[in-house]
């Protein structure tokens, strides 16, 4: 079974930075891409970023603070996050991309900034 | 990277259908048949409906169905019951390893 656990939210202020963790289990982790989407309090969810093995993307909103990486002896997915904003107030999802859809997602993680 | 377009509220009684509409452009819906639809219920994570535009993932009733037409993505949810009262979100592979996300639907059932 497929698990994707999240962790490393909370309370930062302004301007602070942050890094998530998704720890992943019940699949061959390096074979697959990984990506982060964030839920901010009552809206849609938002593409944050993904990475392959060789390469990365993150929305044009995030570059320049947001950072994706992947450590795949660990099994485990990352996001370092600085600069952050009040606008970054969210629910972060890992998700697990299969190609063609972002097919499998762990519970998420709040992130919460604010002075 | 725009948001994909959907209504932010649709309604139906109990039986009835309902269709949520997702419009995009040729970068995104209208380049790819990667559209997947997403149910969520308040204070979970979102669960995989469809897939690959009209694909349902094991265990998805057979009354969720999704389709694309150009620059616009479907889901229809036929005989609409209390449990299908949630928000549904619709997403697009929009190339370079790039997602998009429409803004999401609330689904009341009267």
């Known amino acids: 079974e497929v698990q994707l656990v999240e962790s490393g939210g909370g309370l930062v202020q302004p301007g602070g930075s942050l890094r998530l963790s998704c720890a992943a289990s019940?699949?061959?982790?390096?074979?697959?891409?990984m990506n982060w989407v964030r839920q901010a309090p009552g809206k849609g969810l938002e593409w944050v970023s993904s990475?392959?093995?060789?390469?990365?993307s993150i929305a044009d909103s995030m570059k320049g603070r947001f950072t994706i990486s992947r450590d795949n002896a660990k099994n485990s997915l990352y996001l370092q996050m600085n600069s952050l904003r009040v606008e970054d107030t969210a629910v972060y999802y890992c998700?697990?991309?299969?190609?063609?859809?972002?097919?499998?997602w762990g519970q998420g993680t709040l992130v919460t900034v604010s002075s | 990277q725009s948001a994909l377009t959907q209504p932010r509220s649709v309604s139906g009684s109990p039986g009835q259908s309902v269709t949520i509409s997702c419009t995009g452009t040729?970068?995104?819906?209208?380049?790819?048949?990667?559209v997947s639809w997403y149910q969520q219920h308040p204070g979970k994570a979102p669960k995989l409906l469809i897939y690959?535009?009209?694909k349902r993932p094991s265990g998805v009733p057979d009354r969720f169905s999704g389709s694309k037409s150009d620059n616009t993505a479907s889901l229809t949810i036929s005989g609409i019951q209390a449990e299908d009262e949630a928000d549904y979100h619709c997403?697009?592979?929009?190339?370079?390893?790039?997602?998009?996300f429409g803004g999401g639907t609330k689904l009341t059932v009267l």
């Open positions: 998700a697990r991309d299969r190609l063609t859809v972002l097919g499998d």
């Open positions: 019940g699949f061959t982790f390096s074979s697959y891409a």
């Open positions: 990475i392959s093995s060789g390469t990365s």
């Open positions: 040729s970068s995104d819906v209208g380049d790819y048949n990667f």
């Open positions: 690959d535009v009209s």
């Open positions: 997403c697009s592979y929009a190339g370079s390893n790039t997602w998009v």
